[in-house]
Structure formats: C-alpha cells, structure tokens
C-alpha cells in the first residue's frame, strides 16, 4: 500500500474527529473489565473530551508487514496525525496509550484509558491479506452487542465510517462496521447487521476497554496499489 494511499486513509480518521462530540449525552459509569478493572470513572458529558488514541502493536511486535512498510510504524503515523488535530480543537483533549516505538500490554492500555478518564478509544491498525495483493478497503470494529459500551461504540463506528465513506473510501462489507470475534485460533467476522450476542470473545482491547471504543482497520498493507 502506497504511502499517499495510507495517508489518505488517516485523513479519513482524522475527519472523523469532528463527529466525536455529540456522541455522549447519555454516558455512564465504568462496569467490570475482562482484565484487572480499572478503576470506574465518570464519563464527561461535556467538552473537552478525552480522546484515546491507541496505535496498534508496538515495540518488538511489528504487526503486518509488506517489503519495508510495518503496520506499527503506519499507526504511529495515523495517531499523531490525528493527535496534532484534536489538540488544535478546544472540544478535545487527545491522549495516547503508548508512546511511539514503545510496547505496551493490553492491561497497561486500558488502564492508561482509565487513568485518564477518556470519552472514547480509537484504536488503529492496518489490515493484511497475504493471499492477494488486491484486498483493499476500509472498515470497522466497535464493542460487539452485549458488552456496556457497545450501543455508543456502534454511534462512534458509524461516525467513522461516514467520514471514511465521504473522503471517497471503499467500505468492506455492507457499511464498513463489522464484529470481530474469535474462538480459538479460528477468526469470525460479521457484518453489523448482524447484532446477535455471542460468548465468543473479540479483540482484547475492546473487550477491555472502560470507555466506547473502535478498533479501525484503516487499509491494506498489502495491497500493491
């Protein structure tokens, strides 16, 4: 995936930065995590709102790779675009739950969540598909149904994939917002029409997270274009 084409898909995430603020007239408290709880917090209703940026992978873990691009390397990017951005608006207050080149844990992320009482976490990746060079495409994935966070999760995906929609991304799937779930080893993804409550568990940082959270797929790293 080509430099300006990754970059052109931040910008996209960038813009969604905007639809952040409506989002929360109806939050409330922190209930129990899968992982050590963090401490519960009340969620601001009111600007400026914290905004989670977490860059996937990180340190040693280098996520997908495709000739010289690592998909940590790209996210970094995403987030600190999209950090420059929200600082330079009174409404937000971005954090970051590592800093770049740094490892981090799960548990240690959401708990940098959590002791920064933050609106909402927005989590970035970049996808890969070894098996073809023409996977391409923007999508998705909010808390799944049933979790406390996934019905403002869903209204922040939405958000996203608007943006995404508008700044003239393809969306993967039927709107771009999907469900991740895994059982074992064995990776499930469905559309979000599909709105059943499963036992099977989705990507650790959303299920942990103490705050509505999105992690977003934002390209193909191996997509040769």
Known sequence: MRRRQWLAAGCGLVA????????????????????????AYPISTAPPYVVALDAGHGGNDSGACSGQAKETLLCEETVDALYRLLAEDAFFKPVRTRENGQDSSIQKR???????????????HMNSDPSTAQSHGFECFPTPPGRKWSED???????????????????RGSS???????????????????SR????KSFGILENSPCPAVLAEQGFITNSA
């Open 176 to 194: 771009g917002i999907r469900f991740a779930y895994y059982s074992g080893k064995r990776k499930l993804i469905v559309d979000a029409e599909d």
């Open 153 to 171: 999760s869903m209204k922040l995906a939405a958000a996203i994939a608007d943006q995404m929609g508008q700044a003239g991304h393809r969306l």
């Open 110 to 124: 959401v708990d940098r969540v959590a002791e920064q009482r933050a609106a909402v976490l927005l989590s970035i």
């Open 16 to 39: 969604a930065g905007a639809a952040l603020a409506w989002l929360w007239s109806n939050a409330g408290l922190i209930e129990d995590a899968l992982l050590e709880t963090p401490e």
């Open 197 to 200: 409550e499963r036992t099977l």
